[in-house]
């Protein structure tokens, strides 16, 4: 909303050019062309919390010189689905209709009932589409489905939805075939590279608790009856460190880009396949640098799979198919396994620390 | 890519599909397909239980339990209560976008 304020302030933003004028008022146009504020706006986006303010104002747009007779497409305010939109539409004459759906793309917001039917009727009366254009078909966004249901839209406004391709590029294609899509345009894929550019907002947020577990690891390490020795706490904990950077790496990066190609469906076994592989490779490249404990290397081979198990078992959250019922099952199953997992390798690394100190 | 398989709370009574296809339209995965002018199911196991076409079906021929497919959200709403949603919020962030 911040956003809005400040688009007005710096007046209109670059890629609006001009305007149409309609029975309901003058309507902004849109540029098809992406600037390189919006390719850097993209990359931004992906990486993290600014997502949260890349944001349109909501209302109605026109792109090229549409006229009464013109497609109407809907899309979410957040600003990445709104530029992938006009770009599709490049060479078309067409209303977009922008709902406001808090800078969520549409099916996240669509989950969440922000791209939703009454947001949907609000913004036809608010825009007065129906003065706008002379038909009544308007044409969502297949994934938009999940928040709008179109029979109460026809009801309530007397427009007709279309559920059009999930993908906007595949828009020109489906307006040429006279509105039809084929199987492929109403399938939603995962490509790697669509896992690829996930996995930054895999990585970040785990990332902000790998402090904490440096912490405990260090501390951990370095304790001893004397107090803490700095020289312990690094030589023992390094490892760890090491190994935990490892596990993040397995279950945030190498799981989710490899997704297909690891063994099992369930997320939190494809999570340790990857971490003990990675976790075997990490302890092969240090060579003998956690010594030879059997204590040690037990609590890591039990704790750094089951954490790039639980990591991996996040990526649920930004799959294009995983459903609730499933996760929860695997959560069922995991939850209890990765406490006990952590529990134990604790035990045995502070039984460790014990003969350490020659109290055992 | 299939998740689990037999998990899906999806059903579908055929008896009161009057084959508008509406479910076709808007199914990402291709849960549904038109045979002799009315909807099947065909792949359960498919189904991620976003719930497009329960919302969609006027003739109340579909039925699924919706909800987010998500572990942070579920482990979330374990630790401080409420329906698992995708307001990660409250880090600062979100999963969603």
Redesign the interface.
Known sequence: MQTTVKFVKKGAPRWVSGAIKTPAGAVSRVSSDWSRTDMLGMIKSRIGAYRMHYTVPPGLYAVGEATRDSDVFVTANYKLSFDIVRRALKGMDAWVLVLDTQSINVWCAAGKGTFGTDELVRQISVARLSEVVGHRRIILPQLGAVGVSAARVNKETGFRVSFGPVEARDIPAYVAAGYKKTKEMSLVKFSMLDRLVLTPMEINPIMKKYPWFAGAVLLLFGLAPTGILFQQAWQGGLPFLALGLAAVFAGAFVTPVLLPFVPFRSFAMKGWITGMLITFLTMQAMGGATGQSALLLAAIYLFFPALSSYIALQFTGSTTYTGMSGVNKELKIGIPLYIITTVVSLLLVVLFKLREWEVL | ?????N???LQFFSDKCTGCG?C???????VFEMRDKRANLIDRD???????CA??C?FNAITV???????????NS?IYGGA????C?G???????
């Open positions: 890519m299939k998740y689990l398989a998990v899906s709370t509406r076709v339209e808007v199914c990402p995965h291709g498919r189904c991620m239980e976003c719930g497009a919302k969609n006027e339990n919706t909800g987010v497919g998500c572990a942070a959200a579920i482990i374990l698992p949603s995708c307001d919020s880090t600062g962030s979100s999963c969603c976008g």
